[in-house]
């Protein structure tokens, strides 16, 4: 059974594993610095659909389908999946693994969903309410900003703080039985807003979140940043990343050596024109999918954080002038 630590903050039993895993990318994703890792890179961003919305749900899907058939077991092998996205009432979720007919759990932390997933699949395994779970997210640069921009059509610029929505999705299964690495814990995170109203600048919105729950989990475990291979933050992005190390040194915490960042990684700013980096849903789930957990798998790695951050705003409460609430949740994942 999973034990309580403190708020938030819990150890599970060492018996949840991760089984199999992968990561599906769009054209863009694929020509950046970790191209080469990705389980599949989709040329088409339509996926051979009619629409942005119906190809994200096809990304999902198709990462899914790849984790399953890495594992070597059939889709009713799976007990629960825990999905969600960034479109209306996550319908990319939704209709893009309707088909399976597997228990469904839709969940929503915005850019954080990933580790959301994870934490909530880890806790039902391990406490046998299912054999075997899959949390999976997904993202599309279309779709999200067709929601909470400009259509593209509009042609508006993008300022230097934005970051560039990912199109891809990342997928990973859970077991009691198999896998070589384990989940030994996580810290659910704090609603945490700074006052920051700019859509544009999501990295300084969520650095905050990411510094609280990065605390909050090195004091209750009593570990310092020395003690993991890799921090990993989700989306924060040049801006983000720069003032979440800030952040922590207020504290006498120095992450500058393990932390990296999923959205500073996966594109070159430089020569693809993504300014502060990527974000979305599947920025963090594809990189975690196809270069991290990879890493533990085979030994390079032992002992990672992920922490996935998210902005839990909508268009029409930034239309009312309200602030970006923010949330960071964190995953210790470790190879022995």
Same mark, same amino acid.
């Given at each position: 059974?999973?034990?309580?630590?403190?708020?938030? +903050?819990?150890?599970?039993?060492?018996?949840?594993?991760?089984?199999?895993?992968?990561? +599906?990318?769009?054209?863009?994703?694929?020509?950046?610095?970790?191209?080469?890792?990705?389980?599949?890179?989709?040329?088409?961003?339509?996926?051979?659909?009619?629409?942005?919305?119906?190809?994200?749900?096809?990304?999902?899907?198709?990462?899914?389908?790849?984790?399953?058939?890495?594992?070597?077991?059939?889709?009713?092998?799976?007990?629960?999946?825990?999905?969600?996205?960034?479109?209306?009432?996550?319908?990319?979720?939704?209709?893009?693994? !309707?088909?399976?007919?597997?228990?469904?759990?839709?969940?929503?932390?915005?850019?954080?969903?990933?580790?959301?997933?994870?934490?909530?699949?880890?806790?039902?395994?391990?406490?046998?309410?299912?054999?075997?779970?899959?949390? +999976?997210?997904?993202?599309?640069?279309?779709?999200?900003?067709?929601?909470?921009?400009?259509?593209?059509?509009?042609?508006?610029? !993008?300022?230097?703080?934005?970051?560039?929505?990912?199109?891809?999705?990342?997928?990973?299964?859970?077991?009691?039985?198999?896998?070589?690495?384990?989940?030994?814990?996580?810290?659910?995170? !704090?609603?945490?807003?700074?006052?920051?109203?700019?859509?544009?600048?999501?990295?300084?919105?969520?650095?905050?979140?990411?510094?609280?729950?990065?605390?909050?989990?090195?004091?209750?475990?009593?570990? %310092?940043? %020395?003690?993991?291979?890799?921090?990993?933050?989700?989306?924060?992005?040049?801006?983000?990343?720069?003032?979440? +190390?800030?952040?922590?040194?207020?504290?006498?915490?120095?992450?500058?050596?393990?932390?990296?960042?999923?959205?500073?990684?996966?594109?070159?700013?430089?020569?693809?024109?993504?300014?502060?980096?990527?974000?979305?849903?599947?920025?963090?789930?594809?990189?975690?999918?196809?270069?991290?957990?990879?890493?533990?798998?085979?030994?390079?790695?032992?002992?990672?954080?992920?922490?996935?951050?998210?902005?839990?705003?909508?268009?029409?409460?930034?239309?009312?002038?309200?602030?970006?609430?923010?949330?960071?949740?964190?995953?210790?994942? !470790?190879?022995?």
């Amino acid at each position: 059974m999973a034990e309580y630590i403190s708020q938030g +903050v819990f150890r599970l039993s060492e018996t949840v594993k991760i089984e199999s895993f992968a990561g +599906v990318t769009g054209k863009k994703e694929g020509e950046g610095p970790l191209g080469q890792y990705f389980d599949k890179v989709v040329e088409d961003s339509h996926f051979g659909k009619d629409s942005w919305e119906k190809a994200e749900s096809r990304f999902q899907l198709e990462a899914v389908s790849l984790a399953v058939q890495k594992a070597g077991i059939t889709k009713e092998d799976i007990d629960i999946i825990c999905s969600g996205d960034l479109i209306n009432q996550c319908i990319g979720s939704t209709y893009g693994l !309707r088909e399976l007919e597997i228990p469904f759990l839709g969940i929503y932390g915005a850019c954080s969903t990933m580790a959301e997933g994870l934490i909530i699949s880890s806790l039902l395994t391990e406490n046998n309410v299912a054999n075997r779970a899959i949390a +999976v997210t997904s993202s599309h640069f279309s779709t999200a900003e067709r929601q909470f921009r400009f259509p593209l059509s509009y042609g508006g610029q !993008r300022t230097p703080t934005a970051q560039w929505t990912c199109t891809a999705s990342g997928a990973v299964i859970l077991s009691k039985t198999n896998g070589l690495i384990k989940v030994i814990g996580g810290c659910i995170g !704090r609603i945490t807003d700074m006052g920051v109203n700019d859509i544009n600048n999501m990295g300084s919105a969520m650095a905050p979140a990411a510094a609280t729950t990065i605390q909050r989990y090195l004091t209750a475990t009593a570990t %310092s940043p %020395s003690d993991y291979d890799f921090i990993v933050t989700g989306d924060l992005g040049i801006v983000g990343s720069k003032l979440l +190390v800030e952040f922590l040194e207020k504290q006498n915490i120095d992450i500058s050596v393990q932390h990296r960042d999923c959205g500073c990684m996966i594109f070159d700013s430089e020569t693809q024109d993504t300014h502060c980096g990527g974000s979305g849903c599947g920025c963090s789930a594809s990189v975690l999918c196809s270069y991290f957990l990879p890493m533990l798998q085979n030994g390079t790695a032992k002992n990672i954080l992920f922490i996935a951050t998210g902005a839990l705003m909508s268009p029409m409460s930034l239309q009312q002038g309200e602030s970006i609430p923010t949330i960071a949740h964190l995953v210790h994942l !470790r190879k022995d």
